[in-house]
Structure formats: structure tokens, C-alpha cells
């Protein structure tokens, strides 16, 4: 069946700092695979998306790239904000975007 | 912008007593989704609209929840009665259609609920 791990927070940097966060899914057929954001006190949003093998979604200077060799959809960002604060969220949409998510990465940027 | 509402945000409720929470997607989408967010962890998915029908309830315990989409737009969850485990966050979300891959879900904020 379809699940996804990733990694386990709390992630501590300062900012400025190159941010990974590790994500790998299991699935039948070709997933698509998305990373949903949770800002303290908001809902969750879309923060990039990726639909078929060696597309690499982008925004707001954040990137992840569909591997499917190493099943892999790992999160990555430069230079990170205090503002990037938040729950980051690997999710496996499987073939019919029914939404299996990971448990969340907590990441904390300090000025 | 557009948004998916919920209310209420926060519940306060004693066990053995029933709970409701209200949906109301963002104009235009066909599909609502219900997901219970425990503390610590990712979404999961309870229940799946397609219009008005449930397309998916494979997570939803049925012996105590129940939901309903009745004119295709808004909707309601219900708990009754209310357990201690069911303590968390709900959300709700709404997208065009499903199955077309890669279609982004639009989340509302949540109602936490705490059973006493």
C-alpha cells in the first residue's frame, strides 16, 4: 500500500542555514507526492508538488525532486527565514490524490 | 481569497455526550474531505464527498461518527458519544475534483476538540 516516512524534528537552525528535510514513500504504481506547510495557528497549505519521476516542485525558495530510484522526496531550501517556522508535511498522494501524510517535521529558525 | 470555513475553531465537550462540527468548502468544489489530526502526528483521512455521496469512509468508525454532505456543499461531522481518544483536530478541505493527480486540497484551519 501507499505510506510515507519522513523525518523526525524538532529541526533547530539558525538563519541563513541550509535546510533538509528527509522524506521517502512506498507506494504501487507512481504516486504524486506533495509537501503540505502547517504555520503555527493557520491550516495546512500547499507548499510544492510533484506528479511523475524527476519533476522537482519549487516555491518560495523551497524544492523537492520526484526520485524514484531512491523513492525519495526530500525537502530543501538554501538560505532559511525565521518566517519558514512551521510543521513541514511529506504526503503521498498515491494514483487518486487520496492524501497519506507523513507526521510532521517540526523546523524552528533562530535569528 | 477564497477559503474553506469551519466552526467552531475550539470544543470543549465531556465524554459520552455528542459533538458537531461544521464545513463549508470553498465555492465550486465538488470534493470535501474530513481528516482527524491527533497531537504529534500527520492527517488522516475519515471521510471523502464526492458532491454528496461518500466515496471513501474506510477510516471513519462508523459506530460513533457520521457525516453528511446533503445538498453537495456544506457539511456536518458528528461524534457521538464522545471518547477520550477522539480528542484532537479536525479538518476539513475541499478540492475541484478528485483523481486528477497532483490537485492541491485546500485545508480550513481546524476545530480542536478536548474530551473530557
Known amino acids: 500500500g501507499n505510506s510515507v516516512t519522513q523525518m523526525e524534528g524538532p529541526v533547530t537552525l539558525s538563519e541563513e542555514a541550509f535546510l533538509t528535510i528527509n522524506c521517502t514513500y512506498t507506494?504501487?504504481?507512481?504516486?504524486?507526492l506533495f509537501w503540505y506547510v502547517q504555520y503555527p495557528g493557520e491550516g495546512l497549505q500547499l507548499l510544492l508538488k510533484?506528479?511523475?519521476?524527476?519533476d522537482k516542485g519549487s516555491n518560495k525558495g523551497f524544492e523537492a525532486t520526484y526520485r524514484k530510484e531512491t523513492t525519495s522526496f526530500h525537502l530543501e531550501k538554501g538560505s532559511v527565514q525565521v518566517s519558514d517556522s512551521a510543521v513541514y508535511f511529506c504526503?503521498?498522494?498515491?494514483?487518486?490524490?487520496?492524501?497519506?501524510f507523513g507526521t510532521g517535521t517540526l523546523l524552528a529558525v533562530q535569528p | 481569497e477564497a477559503e474553506v470555513a469551519q466552526s467552531p475553531r475550539y470544543k470543549i465537550t465531556e465524554k459520552s455526550q455528542a459533538v458537531a462540527f461544521w464545513c463549508d468548502p470553498i465555492s465550486g468544489h465538488a470534493t470535501l474531505y474530513w481528516y482527524r489530526q491527533i497531537l504529534g502526528q500527520g492527517p488522516e483521512l475519515l471521510v471523502q464527498f464526492q458532491d454528496e455521496s461518500v466515496v471513501d469512509d474506510s477510516q471513519l468508525p462508523k459506530d460513533r461518527f457520521s457525516a453528511e454532505r446533503l445538498k453537495g456543499v456544506d457539511s456536518t461531522l458528528k461524534i457521538q458519544p464522545a471518547e477520550l481518544g477522539d480528542s484532537a483536530m479536525y479538518l476539513c478541505?475541499?478540492?475541484?475534483?478528485?483523481?486528477?493527480?497532483?490537485?492541491?486540497?485546500?485545508f480550513g484551519p481546524g476545530t480542536r476538540l478536548t474530551v473530557t
Open positions: 507506494a504501487t504504481g507512481y504516486p504524486s
Open positions: 478541505a475541499s478540492s475541484l475534483q478528485p483523481g486528477d493527480r497532483g490537485q492541491e486540497q485546500y
Open positions: 504526503a503521498n498522494g498515491g494514483a487518486t490524490n487520496k492524501l497519506i
Open positions: 510533484a506528479t511523475k519521476a524527476d
